[in-house]
């Protein structure tokens, strides 16, 4: 008996010599997400990309997940026997979320540990869906992500659309956001859009059609952008969605593209969490006679109210809120709109 249990000590101790042999811990930054897989680029000096699958669950504030690893994350990474798990997901500084396009009470993790978020847009080129700038702006208001607005195809406004634009410019600078115009067909505004990227991690998003890839491959040659979306089988049927990547820029920074959103709702989101991430209407709302808990609508006393009579806070962000809030609250919008989002 004695002789058993020091042999099965002895093989005990000789498995475990044996794992530590094929077991490796290393740091990654995940670079890319296609669901069930992620492509993590190893942080030492390999620089190595392991296709890797997620060991365990992963959760974020108890918040319900499609992906709970997101492009951004650094991660630690179980190596054995050639298959490479994530084990740990590290702290993030911020991360970037919205309603899942397939689950509407879930969430979908766009991104982590950005230093900043970057929309483009046109005037009109295809124009801009109501609204769509501030739930850009809502999604990255929870970490406070500064987000700037570049006005791609400035070679086609035409008197009107400058008044638009003027318009927007006076809006969004006024209540701290950053706005550029570029052409990629002038070449005007690459310097200063490729400044804007440089050395830092960016969250780069934008309709359909508005010339990201352009203007990124302005930039950037050679950076092939996905311009679609990317199907996934997912039991019930064939959806699409939007998988984000990472990309390393030569002149120094990364870019986490974002392909094929063509929509932001928010159903997850409290209303008063909303009004909250209104950043100018947050600043009025202490003097609102109901203070945080004003929603800002027909309420008594409403010192937001007041300063959209005044020209002080933007009618349009206003309206654009009313709407959000209302659809929010319609927890049926998502089945009617399903389709865009
Ligand atoms: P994406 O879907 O946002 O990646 O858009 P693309 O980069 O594919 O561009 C869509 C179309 O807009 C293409 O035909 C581009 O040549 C055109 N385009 C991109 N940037 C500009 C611009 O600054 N001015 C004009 N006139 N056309 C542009």
Redesign the pocket.
């Known amino acids: 008996m004695q002789a058993f249990i020091l042999y099965s000590s002895y093989f005990y101790s000789k498995q475990i010599t044996f794992k530590k042999v094929f077991v490796s811990n290393k740091i990654g930054t995940v670079v890319k997400s296609t669901g069930s897989w992620y492509s993590v680029r190893l942080e030492n000096e390999t620089k190595e990309l392991l296709e890797c699958r997620i060991l365990g669950k992963f959760r974020l504030d108890d918040l319900p997940l499609t992906n709970p690893v997101a492009v951004g994350d650094r991660v630690e990474i179980d190596q054995t026997d050639g298959k490479a798990m994530i084990k740990k997901i590290l702290p993030r500084s911020n991360y970037v979320v919205r309603q899942s396009p397939r689950r509407k009470h879930d969430l979908h993790l766009l991104a982590s540990n950005i230093d900043q978020a970057v929309l483009?847009v046109t005037v009109d080129f295809p124009h801009i869906k109501p609204g769509f700038i501030d739930r850009f702006l809502l999604m990255n208001a929870k970490f406070d992500i500064p987000v700037t607005l570049v006005f791609?195809?400035?070679?086609?406004y035409q008197s009107h659309h400058l008044d638009v634009l003027e318009e927007m410019k006076s809006i969004y600078t006024k209540i701290g956001y950053s706005v550029l115009t570029?052409?990629?067909?002038q070449k005007t505004g690459l310097d200063a859009f490729k400044e804007l990227l440089k050395d830092k991690c960016s969250l780069l998003s934008?309709q359909?059609?508005?010339?990201?890839?352009?203007?990124v491959n302005a930039i950037q040659p050679h950076l092939e952008?996905r311009?679609g979306e990317i199907s996934d089988y997912s039991g019930k049927g064939q959806h699409t969605t939007t998988f984000a990547e990472m990309f390393e820029l030569d002149f120094g920074g990364r870019m986490i593209d974002t392909p094929g959103i063509k929509m932001l709702a928010f159903s997850d989101k409290d209303p008063r969490n909303i009004a909250h991430s209104y950043r100018e209407m947050f600043a009025y709302s202490e003097n609102c006679r109901f203070g945080g808990s004003c929603l800002h609508r027909s309420e008594p006393g409403c010192a937001v109210k007041l300063a959209v009579e005044t020209g002080e806070i933007s009618a349009l962000r206003y309206n654009n809120y009313l709407g959000l809030l209302e659809e929010t609250e319609d927890q049926n919008y998502w089945e009617r709109h399903k389709e865009d989002i």
Do not use: C, E, R
């Open positions: 483009i791609n195809k400035f070679d086609l570029t052409s990629v067909v934008g359909s059609g508005v010339g990201k890839s352009s203007l952008l311009t």
